[in-house]
């Protein structure tokens, strides 16, 4: 209880200290730059500048869509702009990164966040845009940056963007702020709109003994997401979507708890059909995939067989640390996460393995190497897989 409070006034503080539009942005030293003709720098040492800091990661999606954009800007921009990124990754990790992405902009190493602290958010990318001054002019995307923007900028025009504004506590704290259950509670049913400033997020309570897997909670999804879950946790590769939601769809948050764990998802898709006109069914279609097989029987015995009986579900694009997992649950992270097709396990293997590793996303044969080392392959077929469709009545 000490730390988690310690933990909520070090938050409150970062929003008091978090400066506004307008303000003189906060002294930061950039300590570890790579990609830079110098290796640390100071923010007031730009001064004459409009400064990009934009918050980042190898595994985030939509942090590595968004490079190009940046690149382009600072192109335009060589002598007036200086974009900077900043990661919590270590300094190999993202040199790693650049030896396959070579890049025109600056990359800060932050493993000790110091510089997030001084620019409070949870959810990248973050983007802040300093003027030649020094002083902050928005926290926003970074596609909201155009060349428009920095013109005006540096033409002392007022600017308006879009300002992002995270919600700074835990998804843990989140879901008992809005979706608090007592132990007794046996079954209920809550929806809410989308809450501003938090990422999206899916959770089955695995790790609570009183509601593992007899509840849910989603928070900030859109509905075909939902949909994606409650059919049988569908990644976006086996969808057939008619429906095609814009980037401006609704978000939703929900929270389920049923009696009996048998009647999570049935009562799911239940719920969700009798609010929603969406609908949703599962067919067959011939796709080509990359099939898993083992190739090296010695070297996929040499993987760690669980003793724990612990089943735990970490990964992320590039990364994976499962405990107890089988190879069909591998072949879903190597098609999630991994090389960003479908796969189909035909390891005919039913073990409870524990697997960790990570690779680059931007280097597929890191990828390949270690599955090499694990005696697994991956083949081009033909093969009949689930699919999930998604349509509205009118559509067919």
Not at 206 to 220: E, H, Q, W, Y
Not at 382 to 396: G, S, T, W
Request: glycine share 4%.
């Amino acid at each position: 209880m000490k730390k988690l409070t310690l933990l909520l006034l070090f938050i409150a503080n970062a929003t008091f200290a978090q400066v506004k539009n307008g303000e003189v942005a906060p002294e930061i030293n950039f300590t570890t730059i790579l990609n830079s003709p110098v290796k640390s720098i100071r923010l007031n040492q730009l001064k004459g500048k409009v400064v990009l800091i934009d918050f980042w990661a190898t595994w985030c999606g939509a942090c590595l869509e968004a490079m190009p954009h940046l690149k382009l800007l600072q192109q335009k921009y060589p002598a007036q702009l200086q974009v900077i990124t900043v990661t919590n990754e270590t300094a190999k990790r993202t040199s790693l990164y650049l030896d396959k992405r070579p890049s025109n902009l600056w990359f800060a190493v932050d493993t000790t966040l110091l510089i997030d602290q001084a620019f409070p958010h949870r959810v990248i990318p973050h983007t802040i845009l300093i003027s030649p001054d020094g002083r902050l002019i928005a926290a926003t995307n970074p596609e909201a940056i155009t060349d428009k923007i920095i013109d005006s900028v540096l033409n002392r025009q007022e600017v308006h963007l879009p300002a992002k504004k995270d919600n700074l506590l835990s998804h843990e704290e989140l879901m008992k702020h809005n979706f608090y259950a007592a132990d007794t509670v046996r079954s209920r049913f809550m929806m809410l709109p989308e809450i501003a400033g938090v990422s999206g997020m899916i959770t089955t309570h695995l790790n609570d003994g009183i509601f593992a897997r007899r509840r849910v909670t989603c928070i900030n999804l859109p509905l075909t997401t939902l949909y994606m879950f409650a059919y049988g946790d569908f990644p976006r590769s086996r969808v057939i979507d008619k429906v095609k939601e814009d980037s401006g769809a609704p978000q939703y948050c929900l929270d389920l708890i049923v009696k009996n764990k048998a009647d999570l998802m049935p009562t799911l898709r239940r719920e969700l059909s009798e609010r929603f006109d969406l609908q949703a069914r599962i067919e067959q279609v011939e796709k080509e995939v990359q099939v898993l097989r083992i190739a090296d029987t010695g070297k996929f015995n040499t993987i760690a067989r669980n003793k724990s009986g612990l089943r735990t579900y970490e990964s992320r694009h590039g990364e994976i640390d499962q405990q107890s997992i089988t190879m069909t649950d591998f072949a879903g992270f190597l098609e999630t996460y991994g090389i960003g097709k479908l796969v189909v396990d035909e390891t005919l293997n039913t073990e409870k393995l524990d697997i960790k590793f990570s690779f680059q996303p931007e280097d597929p044969q890191s990828l390949q190497d270690i599955l090499t080392g694990m005696g697994l392959s991956l083949t081009k077929k033909l093969r009949q897989v689930d699919m999930l469709l998604l349509y509205k009545q009118e559509a067919l």
